[in-house]
C-alpha cells in the first residue's frame, strides 16, 4: 500500500505539475519544466526529456507491442528506475570495479546515465529499435559520450568485467527465459522491481533453479533490490 501512494504522488507531480517532494531520502526530484507537451526534469545530475504522455502506460500499446514480439514497457517512465539509481549512487563500491551494461533502459536510460557522470564506462541498450533515437536524444541532452545500442536478450558470449542493471523489466513473463540467459552472461545483475502480481518473485524462482543466485540486497517501499549472480 505505502508504494502505490508513492507512485501515486509521483504520478501526480510528473504529469500534473504539482510541487510534491517525496518524503523519503531515497527519492528525490529536483527540477523539472514542461514546454509545450514535453517535460523536462532533472534527478540527480542527469536530465530527461520525455513527452508528458510517454508517463502514462497504456495496456493496449504495451499488449499489442506484446503480440509483436517486443517488449514495449521501456516506452515509458517507470519510478523504479529512480530507486535503483539512489541505492547504487549509495554503494558505488560495490559495483567500482566494472563496465556498465543497461539493459532494458527504455528511453531515459536514466540509471545508466547517472552512473556514467559517475564515472563509469557505461553502455545503455534495449530490445525495442523505436525508442532508440529517443535514448540517444537523451544521451545528448546530458552531453555525455555513451554507447547506446539494440539489444535483444539471448545466450551468447559472456561480458567479460561487467554489470548489468535493470529496471522493472520482469513484468512480461514470455520474456523471462530470454532475460534469464542474458543473466548468466554477466558477472553480476542488480535489479529493481515491484512483485508485479508476483512476476518478480516468479522470475527468481526461475534463476534460482539455474543456480543464479538471487539476493534481496534492500526493499523501498514495495520495490525490491536484488543481485543476480552466477553460483560457482
Known amino acids: ?10 504520478k501526480c507531480y510528473l504529469l ?3 510541487q510534491y517532494q517525496p518524503d523519503i531520502g531515497e ?4 527540477k523539472k519544466e514542461i ?3 514535453i517535460l523536462i526534469y532533472h534527478v540527480e545530475d542527469v536530465i530527461i526529456k520525455q513527452s508528458n504522455k510517454q508517463l502514462q502506460p497504456d495496456k493496449s500499446q504495451l499488449n499489442q507491442a506484446n503480440d509483436n514480439d517486443i517488449d514495449n514497457t521501456g516506452a515509458f517512465y517507470w519510478p523504479s528506475e529512480i530507486i535503483l539509481t539512489k541505492y547504487l549512487l549509495s554503494d558505488l563500491d560495490r559495483i567500482k570495479n566494472y563496465n556498465i551494461i543497461e539493459l532494458g533502459a527504455g528511453r531515459s536510460g536514466f540509471c545508466g546515465l547517472a552512473l556514467a557522470k559517475k564515472g563509469f564506462n557505461v553502455t545503455l541498450t ?6 532508440i533515437k529517443e535514448l540517444q ?4 541532452l546530458n552531453e555525455i559520450n555513451i554507447k547506446v545500442d539494440v539489444l535483444k536478450w539471448k545466450s551468447g558470449d559472456p561480458y567479460e568485467n561487467t554489470c548489468a542493471i535493470i529496471s522493472d523489466c520482469f ?7 530470454d ?3 542474458m543473466i548468466k552472461r554477466f558477472c553480476l545483475v542488480i535489479g529493481a522491481a515491484p512483485s508485479r502480481g508476483g512476476s518478480l518473485e516468479r522470475f527468481i524462482n526461475k534463476c534460482q533453479s539455474q543456480n543464479i543466485e538471487c539476493k534481496q540486497l534492500n526493499i523501498f517501499y514495495d520495490t525490491k533490490i536484488i543481485l543476480f549472480n552466477k553460483s560457482n
Do not use: T
Request: glycine share 4%; aromatic share 12%; charged share 30%.
Open 1 to 10: 500500500m505505502k508504494g502505490q501512494k508513492l507512485w501515486k504522488k509521483l
Open 16 to 18: 500534473e505539475n504539482q
Open 27 to 30: 527519492v528525490q526530484i529536483f
Open 35 to 37: 514546454k509545450d507537451d
Open 126 to 131: 534495449d530490445g525495442n529499435q523505436s525508442i
Open 137 to 140: 536524444e537523451n544521451v545528448n
Open 171 to 177: 513484468f512480461f513473463e514470455n520474456y523471462h527465459d
Open 179 to 181: 532475460l534469464l540467459e
